[in-house]
Each structure stands twice: as structure tokens, then as C-alpha cells.
């Protein structure tokens, strides 16, 4: 990983390829007009690290859709109720449009912050409100939107677009410590 790449992810933005722990997703607004210049970007995992990387946030997303389906006697995903809400290695072995749709529309910022984690990326924490030392000033890769997941050559592959630099919000008032 000296070059910042997890084992087998590959990310590209513009053709060239990017450093993992320099790539983020957009929380707030995701998906939305952007005044930052977008970039087309492409995402590799191999099929093999993705259980790894998200199998306790997908095992959680499947409770809870569970625990829904029950309270309200319906589901918003009723293709995954009916499949019997099997776990993210029985997703990739029979149910991918399905799991794609997940990732697409549910797990994109989990996906983003478990790739992180595994390319060695650490959030710095404020000492107090408005510690400017701790915001996240890196220059990097936000992702603005992922358009299309789709699996080839063992690979689950995400493309979108996104921006260089980050929206940082800052906490100005307070006390300090």
C-alpha cells in the first residue's frame, strides 16, 4: 500500500489513477449541482475484498430493513425481502442487480469511508470548536455522485463524478478547551 491503494482497489479520475486515502464521498448534498468543476472518476474493488470491507455496515443496512419490514408491514426494497435478506457473499454469488442497486443508492458513503479505512486514512478530531488544525484541509478526490455500478472480471466497478477539494464546515463558536 505505499502508493496509497488498498490491495486490489484502484481508483481513476480522469483516466489517471488517484490515491485511495486522498478519496471522499460528499455527505451533505450528495448528488447535487456542484460549483466545483466535476471530474469522471471510476472505481475498482475486486468482488473478493468488498465482503470484507462492508460486511458490518451491510449486515446492519439488512437488519435494519428487516426490523422496517416488519414495523410496517411493507418494504421499501421488497426485491431483498424476498430474496430472504441474504448476506453481502450470497448477494454477489446470485442477487447483483440487486446488490448493485444497494450500493448505488444506499451504501455509496460506507463503500467510500471502508476503502478509506483500509488504505490507511485517519480523521484528524478537533480539540475544541473551531480547532482549524483539525479540519480535513487534504487535497483530494470528494466523490459527487456515482452514477453506475456494474460487475466485470471479478471487479465491482463504480463510476460518477465528483470534485477536487472538500466542503468543510467549521464549528467558529464555543468555548475552547
Keep these: ?30 448528488g447535487q449541482h456542484s460549483a466545483l468543476p466535476l471530474h469522471p472518476f471510476r472505481l475498482s474493488v475486486p468482488e473478493t475484498a468488498l465482503a470484507g470491507l462492508l460486511d458490518e455496515p451491510f449486515n446492519s443496512f439488512l437488519q435494519t430493513c428487516r426490523e422496517d419490514d416488519l414495523q410496517y408491514e411493507e418494504s421499501d426494497l421488497p426485491e431483498l425481502m424476498h430474496a430472504g435478506y441474504p448476506d453481502i457473499t450470497a448477494m454477489l454469488a446470485g442477487h447483483r442487480p440487486l446488490l448493485a442497486g444497494m450500493l448505488l443508492d444506499f451504501m455509496i458513503g460506507d463503500v467510500m469511508d471502508a476503502i478509506g479505512r483500509a488504505s490507511g486514512y485517519r480523521p484528524l478530531h478537533a480539540r475544541y470548536w473551531g480547532d482549524v488544525e483539525a479540519a480535513d484541509g487534504r487535497a483530494y478526490f470528494t466523490v459527487n455522485q456515482v452514477q453506475t455500478v456494474s460487475f466485470a472480471d471479478g471487479q465491482v466497478i463504480f463510476e460518477g463524478q465528483g470534485y477536487y477539494g472538500v466542503y468543510v464546515i467549521w464549528l467558529t463558536h464555543g468555548r475552547r478547551a
Design 1 to 30: 500500500m505505499a502508493d496509497g491503494q488498498a490491495s486490489g482497489i484502484r481508483c481513476e479520475v480522469g483516466g489517471r489513477r488517484h490515491p485511495l486515502a486522498f478519496l471522499g464521498c460528499r455527505g451533505l448534498n450528495y
